[in-house]
């Protein structure tokens, strides 16, 4: 034993389609299948240092070591969700300090990205995908998918952000654990179509190359956010024991709260619904 991990084994194809053909498609400039991986954000942060360019994007069909939210893991068995990384970077060339380089990690940006990931998974499956702030995709209050990005620098190569999707596609319902925090789904058990990886990364991939990490929602985008937002008019349990009533996502991307009947407004952190939907 050497204790070195094994070097990521790329594939040539990905659902039966050779890799560049994907690349060509969804005109992308670079995509990297592998069969397996720590993390796929691991390796798309490794090849944004290097300079990979915005849309660069990394699939596994395995992670070792996924990673959730808040330093939870992220586990799927091999083949059965979608999970990939997208390299994103800002429109406009920097010019400030190298501390404003840092491109915001605002949290509307994951909520883009989840909004892109709604809509392909809600057209792919047929049933309405909602929103739970921050990161949480939801078929009938279970999570279906989550989103993780994470912003660096980048050193000489610039600010870049890998925005991470995991989506739970063919799971049944004796998949999931028995320990798990919160109800868990996936397309196939809860859509009205049994949809494929392949038709969901075509209706994914080209949303998220329009996202810009350095631009605002569009006001449909907003709009839309609110109409999917699972948590708006809930009772919730916030991460310091106080309970409040959610009011909906904010125009900068924070959750609206009433909590001791003072509206607030939380920027990161988990919110748990108690109780029955509104
Ligand atoms: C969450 O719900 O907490 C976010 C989950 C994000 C999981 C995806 S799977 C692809 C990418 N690689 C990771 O290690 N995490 C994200």
């Known amino acids: 034993m050497t204790g070195r991990l094994p070097e990521p084994v790329e594939l040539e194809r990905w659902e039966g389609v050779p890799v560049e053909q994907w690349r060509a498609r969804l005109d992308v400039p670079r995509i990297i299948a592998l069969a397996e991986t720590s993390s796929t954000s691991d390796v798309a942060r490794a090849l944004a240092e290097q300079g990979a360019a915005h849309g660069t994007t990394v699939l596994a069909e395995h992670q070792s070591a996924g990673r959730g939210r808040r330093g939870r893991p992220w586990l799927a068995r091999s083949g059965q969700s979608l999970l990939l990384t997208v390299v994103l970077r800002p429109l406009h060339a920097h010019t400030g300090t190298a501390a404003s380089a840092r491109p915001a990690l605002r949290p509307l940006l994951p909520l883009r990205v989840g909004l892109a990931a709604a809509r392909a998974c809600e057209t792919a ?3 309405p995908v909602r929103l739970k702030w921050p990161n949480d995709l939801l078929i009938d209050g279970a999570k279906v998918g989550g989103v993780l990005c994470e912003a660096a620098l980048g050193g000489s190569a610039g600010p870049y952000v890998v ?13 999931w654990p028995t320990d798990l925090d919160a109800p868990a789904t996936s397309l196939w058990s809860a859509g009205t179509r049994r949809p494929g990886r392949d038709e969901l990364l075509t209706l994914l991939l080209p949303a998220m190359v329009r996202i810009r990490p350095d631009q605002d929602w569009t006001d449909e985008e907003y709009r839309e956010i609110m109409e999917r937002d699972w948590l708006a008019g809930r009772t919730v349990r916030l991460e310091d024991g106080r309970t409040g009533r959610a009011t909906g996502v904010r125009p900068d991307g924070g959750l609206g709260l009433e909590v001791d009947r003072r509206p607030i407004v939380i920027h990161a952190g988990t919110v748990r619904p108690i109780g029955e939907a509104p």
């Not at 925005?163 to 998949?175: L, P, Y």
């Open 125 to 127: 499956c047929g049933r």
């Open 163 to 175: 925005a991470g999707i995991g989506i739970n596609v063919t799971q049944r319902e004796e998949d």
